[in-house]
């Protein structure tokens, strides 16, 4: 995690998407190595200011960046002067109705978009994110006639993106500043940056990276005339390859073929592989840490959901892959890796299975950052019917 943000330390702002991985011990952290924040829902607020954040200063330290927004969040924001980053000209006019003078971003969608898959594209007319950028005209006059303080421009065109796309978007964030009739204090390249998941894939680089955003910024000055400060909005490239799946095999099967390799972690602890196919390296250790060997079969690693979809060993496209690995026994452990950003925060309690815990290693200590829920808490919720 810190080798991350040393690495993205050019830019002017580091806010954390939080969504990646919002565990309070995290956020503190980050925020010790002047990280700021992002925030999606009321939830996410509450975890940032329990971090440390403090809302409504100068730096802005916790921004809410949403397409909606519900009543209860919007009076949060307005007590906190936390300021929204506008998805949709809806939220521009429940805001404004409420709270005149609030500091507000626009997100736009520039007409495209990309992501590692398609439901991680956050552009073009097949999204539901953001203001379109024909409409920006649109979204300035609810600014003005509501009296809002417009801080800046956001584009966040998807998550894991392929960088083929940063000139154009860099170009529309140009055009979209040309037709602003006002200064504006800040732009974001939002999030996005891809991590290697497999051995071998490359590292983006970030320097490069850096410089093409910042050569807008420059241009962005020069139209607007004033200082802008630059901000970047990473979730997954601060704290993917940062997180390992710890679990334990239960059993091991041959079907026809293949092996199944049986764990008691499921897509409820880690949906990533099923809902986008996605990769994470997977090896076997013994239970005193020394590494499987023996001859490799072909080897499909799943969880203990009833769903033939609990697949961990997924092709890209979303279904059963088999990989050549040696075959552990029970009682082995299995070790998912890079799954620190949108691992913990994307489970659930399907099949009414608790979460799991959440322990970090720093500097040699390990700690329980979240404990295990217990099947009690889980229950507790529906103790009693109320009636209403
Ligand atoms: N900013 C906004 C407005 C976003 O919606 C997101 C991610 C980010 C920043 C951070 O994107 P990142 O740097 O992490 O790519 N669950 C998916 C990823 C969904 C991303 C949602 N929004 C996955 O596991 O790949």
Redesign the pocket.
């Known amino acids: 995690m810190r080798e991350r943000v040393r690495q993205l330390q050019a830019f002017d702002c580091i806010r954390f998407?939080q969504?990646?991985n919002s565990n309070i011990h995290v956020l503190r952290i980050l925020r010790a190595m002047d990280v700021l924040v992002?925030a999606?829902s009321l939830g996410e607020i509450e975890r940032a200011l329990r971090a440390g954040y403090v809302p409504g200063t100068a730096a802005h330290e916790i921004v809410f960046?949403a397409d909606v927004i519900d009543d209860a969040t919007l009076a949060r924001v307005v007590e906190l002067g936390i300021p929204v980053n506008c998805g949709s000209c809806d939220m521009l006019v429940q805001l404004g109705k409420v709270a005149r003078g609030h500091p507000v971003w626009l997100?736009i969608n520039p007409g495209f978009g990309h992501g590692?898959?398609r439901k991680?594209n956050?552009g073009g007319p097949s999204s539901k994110?953001g203001i379109w950028h024909e409409e920006l005209e649109d979204a300035l006059r609810l600014v003005d006639a509501h009296g809002l303080r417009l801080i800046g421009l956001h584009m966040?065109i998807g998550?894991?993106v392929d960088y083929t796309h940063l000139h154009r978007v860099c170009d529309s964030m140009l055009d979209a500043v040309r037709r602003l009739d006002r200064p504006i204090e800040a732009i974001s390249a939002?999030?996005?940056?891809s991590v290697p998941y497999r051995s071998g894939e490359p590292e983006v680089d970030t320097g490069q990276y850096y410089a093409v955003w910042n050569e807008a910024r420059l241009e962005v000055e020069r139209i607007v005339g004033n200082k802008v400060r630059l901000e970047i909005?990473?979730?997954?490239?601060l704290m993917a390859n940062a997180g390992l799946l710890i679990a334990e095999i239960r059993a091991v099967k041959k079907v026809a073929d293949n092996h199944f390799v049986l764990l008691d972690a499921g897509f409820n602890d880690l949906a990533?592989p099923v809902?986008?196919g996605?990769h994470h390296d997977i090896c076997f250790l013994t239970p005193t840490g020394s590494a499987v060997t023996g001859p490799v079969r072909s080897v499909a690693v799943a969880g203990p959901l009833c769903e033939a979809g609990d697949v961990f060993t997924q092709h890209d496209g979303g279904y059963v892959a088999f990989r050549e690995l040696p075959l552990p026994q029970v009682s082995d452990l299995a070790i998912v890796r890079d799954v620190g950003?949108?691992g913990a925060t994307?489970s659930s309690n399907y099949n009414s299975r608790p979460l799991v815990p959440e322990i970090m290693l720093d500097d040699g200590r390990l700690t329980v950052i979240r404990k295990r829920q217990s099947i009690e808490q889980l229950l507790d919720l529906e103790a009693k019917g109320e009636s209403f």
Do not use: C, Q, W
Not at 233 to 237: S, V
């Open positions: 998407a969504k990646a992002d999606v960046t997100r590692h898959n991680t956050t994110h966040h998550s894991g939002g999030g996005g940056l909005e990473p979730g997954r490239f990533r809902i986008y996605s950003a949108y994307m």
